[in-house]
């Protein structure tokens, strides 16, 4: 992993011109969209599921990485472990969807598999000599669980998310101390016609706050503190809040930072959020392909429980900065396509802020080196 750094010296780039925006072809280009498919997505942290989806042993939820479908699955032992969803036999899907199985068994021919991978019986088999079911086992894919997320990593080598994401666990559970007694209360997806790095691009920058989100920008966030700075593969998001008073809910969570928004970015397609009062929501990108991706947003509630607050949130955040960005997006897309555009300067701040783009250079360097290495 790369050190990253925020200094004015980046911002310039060949012959000390300004860095310009990627060109177009990283948006539109299907073969661009491919080798992430096949390098990124492989070797990156992705969302799986929340693990209050995994709550007793043999619950199980399938889910797609690009061109691969996996499933997560609790162990009798406790443990979370994701495998690729294909009978080691003759490669049938074993299960869909979420769901709950004392074993996983093939719907084909029956092949049955312990919890943990593991082949336990398949019919007939005592009749092939040297049949050996020992060394048979379901191929599995490296999990780690961060603050009740689950999430997975086609790598067996990646480093953990704690090297990927220096600080953003301790920092969350500041934030969000009640996070093991929160459950999912609302999934939201929300199809976007465009690639996905221009709906991160456009969720890691504020440039555009001021004129397009007027609610976020005036009712929640004070522009002039908003900052945006990486921490390893984390783009932290910072700012102080507008007037509490003009709050729409009782923000007096009883715990810290509950007048604080905050916000990390967790590269390359999931972001936590959280809103004053301690309200977690998320943002999870699925890249559909080199055009549509579809954005997931989540709310949570303790225990799950339908919480007005929460409720009365997401349907203002959806009403508006929801809604305000998927034209942007989709304006941006088809822009792109378009033989007069010419990739601009970015305006990269050297004293940073919220009229800087200084996250986005970050944010294309990764997406540069991830296409051409």
Request: net charge negative; hydrophobic share 35%.
């Amino acid at each position: 992993m790369n050190g990253m750094s925020s200094s004015s010296s980046d911002a310039v780039g060949h012959k000390g011109e300004p860095i310009r925006s990627l060109k177009a072809r990283y948006y539109t280009d299907p073969q661009v969209f491919e080798v992430e498919k096949t390098g990124l997505l492989a070797r990156t942290w992705q969302f799986a599921c929340h693990a209050s989806q995994l709550e007793n042993p043999g619950d199980y939820v399938a889910f797609d990485l690009g061109d691969e479908n996996l499933f997560s699955i609790r162990g009798r032992d406790g443990e979370i472990r994701t495998f690729y969803n294909v009978c080691q036999h003759r490669a049938h899907q074993l299960v869909s969807g979420e769901g709950s199985t004392r074993v996983v068994v093939c719907p084909y021919h029956a092949w049955t598999y312990e919890l943990t991978g593991k082949l336990r019986a398949a019919p007939n088999a005592k009749s092939v000599p040297g049949f050996d079911a020992s060394k048979i086992c379901l191929t599995e894919v490296r999990t780690e669980v961060f603050l009740g997320f689950v999430f997975v990593n086609l790598d067996p080598d990646a480093a953990s998310m704690d090297d990927w994401f220096p600080n953003a666990r301790a920092e969350l559970e500041d934030f969000v101390p009640n996070w093991a007694d929160l459950k999912p209360l609302e999934w939201v997806a929300i199809p976007e016609n465009c690639n996905w790095k221009v709906s991160v691009e456009n969720y890691s920058e504020c440039y555009h706050c001021a004129l397009n989100h007027p609610t976020f920008a005036t009712g929640v966030i004070r522009p002039e503190t908003y900052d945006i700075q990486p921490q390893g593969y984390c783009l932290r998001h910072t700012t102080e809040c507008n007037d509490l008073s003009q709050m729409t809910y009782d923000i007096d969570s009883g715990f810290a930072n509950h007048d604080k928004y905050s916000s990390w970015f967790l590269w390359p397609m999931f972001s936590f959020q959280v809103y004053p009062g301690n309200l977690l929501n998320t943002y999870h990108w699925r890249a559909v392909d080199a055009d549509h991706v579809v954005v997931w947003r989540g709310w949570y509630s303790v225990a799950g429980y339908d919480d007005e607050t929460v409720r009365r949130m997401a349907q203002q955040d959806r009403a508006t900065t929801v809604e305000e960005d998927i034209h942007l997006v989709e304006n941006v897309q088809r822009g792109l396509k378009s033989r007069g555009y010419v990739p601009g300067p970015l305006v990269v701040d050297p004293a940073c802020g919220v009229n800087s783009e200084h996250s986005v250079m970050h944010l294309q360097r990764w997406m540069r080196e991830a296409v051409d290495g």
